[in-house]
């Protein structure tokens, strides 16, 4: 049996008297996960109109901490990149057939007051399920154009929120589906790079190697940048080699791709877990995942500075939640440093990483594939600074490196790198781990690691490339033709 709780903004949204089960986001950030709590499910009622805003990190953490949310982050995302998708229109077509008035309606949980448009918001929830949406329908040289957006319950009226409430209780007792119709194509294969990646995730000698694996294993990969791809539909697996983040391409590609039934790496759950460092540092709480100590804040004021202080030693490392390449990750000295690089990160995100300040020489990164090590290296810091790369240094933009077998690593690293990036999926991951004192603090897990020939692949070299290959057309394999 499910435990049900309704998160909102604030303790002042009013859904009536006598609601146990409605909590604020501040609460639902401070006192979960609980022990011993049942299986959890959560209705997000919070603003995700923003990105990177309080609901928006609320289906974050809920999905981080194993929590049953609606709307989730591939929703609340879709529902953003609906204008980029081409084809959304034509999904709702044949439902839209004689609609010959214009309409705009609420729907709640799929739900409106006409029943005879249930069949259409019933297919529009079916693929973003979220508690509140509003659907528009015009007529444009007599053919229905369709819009759907997310609403706030705070945009609806008294009358509206009555009504809303009353379909909130009745979809509480309902069993949550979501719909993983999948599609089986042709073995070809996209390859997604950036040519004007100054840091790409792989050089091109690297792709190289891999259109030559993929060849091997009766894959026909095509190397493409997004403004040379037509159609993903074309192909029955993508392979992203580009730096992915969550309001990108990247990530409606991957998305799109998987809608359509290709076998997709990086996948969009793993994009979506890996390039936000709330969800990891949250997931590495949940799974017991030895990292360093971190505290996520959600203002700046002297109370919080102050708490800051009594926790950490400066200097401390401020991250913005999403990040890649050492970008976004900022050291602050003293409490006017703090207090200042606080103040301009609230300005682009709801939430900030403090943590505290550990040097090492070099940061381990193993790779995994599907749940296992693949290829270690030893990234050592860039000359005269704290971090793997410096992105002011004209010269020295990164440290050397070391590549290992993987079973020359401690076993303690592997370990820690194999729990880790079981947090995320299984996929193909690059896990960032600091080796103090014989111990193994995970720093981070990338969803689209760096695989460059003479570097990773240093130690197994081709092989390397055929492993990843292997692995796709096993999943191809899996599927079936």
């Known amino acids: 049996m499910y435990k049900t709780l309704i998160v909102v903004d604030n303790e002042h949204v009013d ?23 049942p299986k959890t499910r959560i209705i997000n009622l919070c603003d995700t109109e923003q990105y990177l805003s309080k609901g928006y990190y609320c289906s974050l953490l809920a999905e981080a901490r194993n929590h049953f949310v609606l709307p989730s982050l591939k929703t609340i995302n879709g529902l953003r990149n609906i204008t980029h998708d081409s084809d959304s229109s034509a999904v709702f077509s044949h439902l839209l ?34 508690p509140l949406l509003n659907l528009n329908v015009q007529l444009a040289d007599g053919k229905p154009n369709i819009a759907i957006t997310r609403i706030s319950f705070s945009d609806l009226n008294e009358s509206q929120q009555l009504t809303f409430l009353q379909h909130l209780d009745e979809f509480k007792q309902t069993v949550w ?36 694996a993929a060849y091997k294993y009766g894959i026909n ?24 983040a969550i309001d990108h391409h990247t990530y409606r590609l991957a998305r799109k791709a998987e809608d359509l039934g290709l076998v997709v790496i990086d996948d969009s759950a793993s994009i979506l877990r890996c390039c936000n460092k709330v969800y990891l540092h949250d997931a590495f709480n949940y799974k017991k995942v030895r990292s360093l100590k971190t505290q996520v804040v959600s203002d700046q004021s002297s109370e919080t500075i102050s708490l800051l202080e009594s926790m950490f030693n400066y200097p401390v490392v401020l991250k913005m939640p999403e990040g890649s390449f050492s970008n976004g990750v900022f050291k602050a000295k003293d409490r006017e440093e703090l207090s200042n690089k606080l103040n301009e990160l609230f300005k682009m995100s709801a939430l900030v990483l403090v ?31 704290w971090q793997i790369y410096n992105h002011n240094a004209k010269r020295f933009f990164s440290g050397g490196f070391e590549t290992l077998p993987t079973f020359e690593v401690p076993k303690y690293v592997l370990d820690a790198a194999l729990r880790a990036s079981s947090v995320v999926g299984m996929g193909l991951y690059g896990v960032d781990i600091k080796d103090v004192d014989n111990k193994a603090y995970v720093l981070e897990v990338n969803d689209n690691p760096s695989i460059d020939y003479k570097v990773e692949d240093a130690y197994l070299k081709d092989e390397l490339y055929m492993q990843i290959m292997a692995e796709f057309h096993r999943r191809l394999e899996d599927r079936g033709r």
């Open 97 to 130: 057939r004689g609609l010959d008035t214009v309409v705009n309606k609420h729907i709640l949980f799929g739900k409106t007051d006409n029943s005879e448009l249930d069949k259409l918001t019933a297919k529009i929830f079916a693929l973003y399920p979220a």
């Open 355 to 385: 943590q505290e300040y550990l040097y090492t020489e070099f940061d381990w990164r193993i790779g995994v594939l599907n749940g296992r090590a693949i290829y270690a290296c030893k990234y050592l810091m860039a000359r005269d600074h």
């Open 177 to 212: 589906r979501i719909n993983n119709k999948r599609k089986n194509f042709r073995w070809d294969m996209a390859i997604l790079v950036d040519h004007e990646d100054k840091v790409p995730p792989s050089n091109k000698e690297a792709i190289a190697r891999f259109v030559k």
């Open 15 to 37: 859904l009536g008297e006598g609601r146990p089960d409605v909590i604020s986001f501040e609460k639902y950030l401070r006192e979960y996960p609980k022990l011993n709590e």
């Open 221 to 244: 990969a095509e190397v493409v940048s997004i403004d040379q791809l037509d159609d993903i539909a074309h192909y029955d697996a993508l392979f992203i080699r580009e730096t992915t």
